[in-house]
């Protein structure tokens, strides 16, 4: 029998503001255990939370970039359970009426639907000991956006281009910077197989544990045939929750679905509810950036760049807003330089240097070849191509008067290459560039000692 | 209303609140969680059609506070005030999940 | 000099005409603690040197310079313990100041000490609390009502010049009219909640006891007012709440509940009541009946919204971070055990209850369903107040009861709310006030008078008005 598998994905995004959700403790990755916390995000009595508004409007603006509905009547609600990286024992969080409903991810030939994004408090992180477990409470209140999938995804290579797409709109938002190093990105999938034709769902499992979006795509290849294997053999599959062991390759149970939870949500009585009026949803359309997708068809377009070209550098935020900055007269060149860097952020290099080095290989200043030199010292230096080319000596000789003499010496100590030249066999003269090249130690213009030598060569 | 309040599950429901009774704890609470609910079954004389719920005393909307870091507490409080804590960590018997 | 049995207006001219010093009256306030809380156990904590070092620097310029007052053992003052009266919260100190402490701080009070109460604020007779039974000042056999008995006890048995409390379902108003004192119950919104350890966070507010009217109005000037710590706070201008106090009540529409008086009702309580309607006519007011329809749901609404609320406010207490902890052999078993130990027979009694009401299947018939029955109650209020400018009816159905005659008696117990519970769901203030006395023995009576939303000001001017057209006041506890 042939099986399909049915993929959503819950992704929970930590939103980039400089304050927690409901305090104004701040949102640090690395700090010492327990130096970002308050009474408030350490749930002590009596306090109270307050809305972090930033928070709010970015949620809002993810929203608005993947085309959900800003739903005009919000509330929070309390989620109840025990665990001791939750300091109130309940999460604040949205149940029935999230920011945002509806909504798509579009990848390469389909768009894969979103149902809601809500927004609530992150918890803390847990060291685990031998007998003990350590919590440290810094993360504990950051705001956190969960976005929830439709199960539209039928292959670990959608989920993979989802969360790529997904990635990359948010950043380009500048909603989140989405480190899945640093948890500012994590990913649960839920997954079932159904045979094809049948329109039931299969029995479910939650995978948790993904550390990259390669992960996911790494554990979903070995759920999907794990679980149609087993219907194979005549087995059921539970409801459950399984755990990704990226280093194995391979998941495990969890817990099953008699540890179900009892949520027990009701609304959160100390936030009042959002409403959204025009004005504000006004306001936040202001922040709409291009979303990836219609920057790499306007990199096409505008710059004339290949499909492939304009896809890479969309994405990476940086990198294409530094390439629109350097483009110049040749963005095709400017493109395949670009390309090569790995991290743009973290070199000093201007943007107008880029086409300074085109320019410089356009008029035969240098080479090609030593164009990549010259490339390599302006990312670790950061100086421009015209001081890196005359500190290494690198600039072509094009003066005539010094290629003659050099051609000439050439001509006159290798009267072979001349007779074979004369003798018909035009090739030979590629031994007296050569020559020419080496007088000059590389650095004259091949191209001009081509047209010089021919001149002599026809004239003698 | 729910009218099968004669099978109130005490254990699960002490389960959830974790709470530990005893046995002549559960025997009581359960007697007393079932007068309770004999007295709220009330509530259904009230046709409640096209009532909205209030689940706040205010009609307050967007309440907001701007996104500005302050500093937190000293941290020394925090672990002075916890039961049990090393390396900054605050300490508990090992969570399992 | 007996300065204890003083009004906060009569030490205020006093420490301004330089008669008595912040020093010497906190003195006094200690004596008298000193004399007589042996026997009233109003006071769970004090610490007289801080007391005495705050009425040293005191600013005696301002609204509440060189007061003393003391504080329910549900609000946070940093430095302080602040257990709820609950075992859970032994060991545990605050790290920061709730807003109504900062603004009493601002304001010149002394704050003297922490005073006892239901376990977070759960009960009517303070006796739920594990640090043992708070007394009545009229007679030591009796509760002094509650949850917030130890602040009334404290005003009632003058070892305070006023305290704060806090009321969710009549907690400040109840133990006010059991103990002969003012207790009044803001709007919902007007006092800023941050600090107060929340037992229901849709229904809590704080509140002032006094010993008169026109010290009620001076407290919630002080406390009353927007915080941005406290997102169900209102912003609105907080007015002089004294500056209408003496302008009677000559033509306003007092409204007369129908359902209020029923069946059961003590008869001295209800011969009291009807008494001081008769009185308030007397000074000018016009008396209309008016119905609250809904009132017969009030109790069955609050206890079903107040302990699913609950149920969440209170599992934080946990022994993770705070507080006492119970080890077990896993995390689930230390919370069990924790929780087991720490709470006692009523909190744990309105856990269950609120975890069920929530609980999976149940929703909607229980918590959903009291929700729009609240919607209805409030809307009574809304209705009734077309018609009147604030409503009078008893605090309490009986005067105050013996100490373990309703222990084992919940709905008993939970059915002795009933006059107060209604003006929690509705968000509306409330104030209870003296009118009088059972014969024998002799033991205060309370009249309640319920106000609009946010307007304290027609509450306070009816309550003056008829504070000062009659004795009750005047009287004191033997002590």
């Known amino acids: 029998m042939n099986y399909e598998a049915v993929i959503g994905l819950e992704v929970h995004v930590q939103l980039k503001t400089q304050s927690k959700l409901f305090c104004g403790c701040a949102t640090e990755f690395g700090a010492e255990p327990n130096t970002r916390v308050c009474p408030v995000c350490l749930g002590y009595p009596g306090v109270l939370p307050v809305m972090n508004a930033e928070a709010v409007r970015k949620t809002i603006l993810s929203g608005l970039m993947i085309g959900c509905k800003i739903t005009q009547f919000s509330k929070w609600d309390r989620k109840n359970y025990f665990y001791p990286d939750m300091p109130k024992n309940y999460q604040v969080s949205q149940y029935d009426l999230p920011l945002c409903l509806g909504g798509a991810v579009q990848i390469s030939g389909k768009k894969l639907g979103v149902t809601r994004i809500h927004l609530e408090e992150d918890v803390a992180k847990s060291f685990h000991f031998d007998t003990t477990s350590g919590v440290d409470f810094n993360r504990a209140g950051t705001p956190l956006m969960e976005i929830v999938s439709e199960p539209e995804m039928r292959s670990p290579e959608d989920a993979f281009a989802y969360l790529t797409a997904l990635k990359e709109i948010l950043i380009t938002g500048g909603v989140s910077d989405c480190d899945m190093e640093k948890g500012q990105l994590r990913c649960d999938c839920n997954v079932s197989v159904r045979p094809v034709g049948q329109e039931k769902f299969g029995e479910k499992v939650e995978i948790k544990n993904m550390n990259s979006i390669s992960g996911v795509k790494r554990a979903l290849e070995y759920e999907i045939p794990r679980q149609i294997a087993a219907l194979g053999r005549g087995e059921k599959i539970f409801q459950e929750t399984r755990r990704w062991d990226d280093e194995a390759g391979k998941t495990s149970v969890m817990r099953t679905k008699e540890y179900a939870h009892d949520y027990r949500y009701f609304p959160e009585p100390d936030l009042m509810p959002v409403t959204v009026s025009d004005a504000m949803l006004a306001e936040i359309q202001k922040l709409l950036p291009e979303l990836p997708e219609a920057r790499r068809q306007r990199f096409i377009y505008q710059y004339g760049l290949p499909e492939y070209d304009a896809g890479v550098l969309v994405a990476n935020a940086a990198l294409a807003k530094f390439f629109e900055k350097a483009a110049g007269k040749n963005p095709k060149a400017v493109a395949n330089w670009m390309m090569s860097v790995s991290d743009i952020t973290t070199t000093p290099i201007q943007p107008t240097q880029i086409g300074e080095l085109v320019t410089a290989i356009d008029a035969g200043q240098i080479s090609g070849k030593q164009g990549k030199d010259v490339f390599a010292a302006m990312l670790t230096t950061g100086k421009s191509p015209a001081i890196i080319i005359q500190e290494k000596g690198l600039a072509q000789v094009s003066d005539t008067g010094a290629l003659e003499a050099f051609c000439e010496q050439a001509i006159a100590g290798n009267p072979k290459s001349v007779a074979d030249f004369k003798a018909g066999n035009k090739a030979a003269v590629n031994a007296l560039v050569g020559q020419v090249m080496k007088l000059s130690k590389g650095k004259a213009n091949p191209q001009l000692v081509g047209e010089i030598l021919a001149k002599k060569l026809h004239s003698a | 209303m729910p009218e099968d309040t004669n099978r109130i599950n005490i254990d699960h429901v002490a389960h959830l609140a974790r709470l530990e009774l005893t046995d002549a704890e559960k025997t009581k609470f359960a007697a007393q969680l079932k007068d309770m609910l004999a007295y709220v079954a009330k509530l259904s004389e009230v046709d409640v059609t096209g009532v909205e719920p209030t689940a706040h005393a205010v009609p307050l909307t967007n309440v907001l506070r701007p996104d500005e870091s302050r500093p937190s507490i000293d941290p020394a409080l925090v672990l002075k005030n916890a039961p049990e804590s090393a390396r900054g960590l605050i300490i508990m018997p090992k969570i399992v999940e | ?479």
């Not at chain 3, 010049?161 to 379902?169: F, H, K, Q, V």
């Not at chain 3, 009088?436 to 304290?456: H, R, S, Y």
């Open chain 3, 1 to 479: 000099m007996s300065l204890h049995i003083n009004t906060i207006t009569g030490l205020r001219a006093k420490l301004q005409r330089g008669e008595i010093s912040a020093r010497q009256l906190t003195q006094a306030m200690l004596d008298r603690i000193q004399a007589v809380d042996g026997k009233l156990k109003a006071y769970l904590w004090l610490n007289p040197d801080d007391a005495l070092a705050q009425a040293d620097t005191a600013d005696l310029t301002k609204p509440l310079g060189g007061i003393p007052v003391a504080i329910k053992d549900v609000l946070n003052v940093t430095g302080q313990p602040c257990t709820c009266a609950s075992k859970i919260l032994h060991g545990h100190t605050s790290v920061y100041d709730a807003t109504v402490i900062r603004q009493l701080r601002n304001a010149g009070a002394i704050l003297l000490g922490r005073t006892n109460m239901d376990e977070f604020a759960m009960g009517s007779s303070t006796e739920n609390s594990s640090w043992g039974i708070t007394r009545n000042p009229w007679d030591l056999e009796r509760i002094p009502g509650g949850s917030s008995g130890g602040s009334a006890a404290a005003v009632a048995g003058h070892e305070a010049i006023a305290s704060l409390g806090s009321d969710t379902g009549g907690s400040i108003r109840q133990p006010a009219a059991l103990t002969g004192c003012v207790g009044l119950k803001p709007t919902y919104g007007l006092v800023s909640r941050y600090g107060l350890v929340a037992f229901a966070s849709s229904l809590d507010q704080i509140g002032p006891f006094t010993k008169t009217v026109e010290d009620s109005a001076l407290m919630l000037s002080v406390i009353a007012g927007h915080d941005s710590l406290d997102s169900t706070s209102v912003p609105a201008p907080v007015p002089d709440y004294r500056e209408k106090l003496n302008a009677g009540v000559k033509s306003l529409r007092i409204g007369l509940p129908k359902e209020y008086f029923i069946a059961g009702m003590d008869q001295e309580v209800e011969a009291a009541v009807r008494k001081a309607i008769q009185q308030l006519e007397s000074l000018g007011a016009e008396v209309v009946e008016i119905s609250l329809p809904h009132t017969d749901y009030a109790v069955a609404v609050y206890y079903l919204i107040a302990t699913a609320e609950a149920s969440a406010n209170l599992a934080r207490f946990d022994g993770v971070r705070y507080g006492a902890r119970v080890r077990g052999a896993d995390v689930l078993e230390t919370y069990s055990k924790t929780r087991g130990a720490g709470f006692g027979p009523e909190v744990k009694r309105r856990i269950i209850l609120g975890t069920y009401a929530l609980s999976a299947g149940y929703y909607d018939a229980y918590y959903l369903k009291a929700q729009k029955v609240r919607t209805l109650i409030r809307r009574d209020f809304e209705q009734a107040f077309q018609k009147c400018d604030a409503i009078v009816a008893p605090t309490s159905p009986t005067p105050a009861f013996k100490i373990g005659e309703r222990v084992d008696d919940p709905m008993q117990m939970y059915l002795s709310d009933i006059f107060t519970i209604s003006v929690n769901l509705a968000g509306n203030c409330g104030l209870s006030l003296p009118c009088g006395f059972t014969a024998q023995p002799k033991l205060p009576i309370g009249l309640q008078l319920i106000g609009k939303a946010f307007d304290e000001t027609t509450l306070l001017r009816v309550a003056h008005a008829y504070e000062q057209s009659t004795p009750w006041h005047k009287e004191r506890p033997a002590l």
